[in-house]
């Protein structure tokens, strides 16, 4: 069964903002750019697998 997933720029936007603090709290700055870059390749993986 393939899991629906809302693609919406608001939630886009909330999983980078918990990307930055998730690393944050590690004490690792990342940037908006990098944490934007960091989903659009495991989008993609997650894409790839799921074929």
Known sequence: ???IH???PALRQQIMKS???SFKIEGIKI???TAAKTLKKIEAKMA???R
């Open 6 to 8: 809302k693609n919406t």
């Open 1 to 3: 069964m393939k899991t």
């Open 48 to 50: 790839e697998s799921s």
């Open 19 to 21: 990307a930055v603090a």
């Open 31 to 33: 940037s908006a750019d």
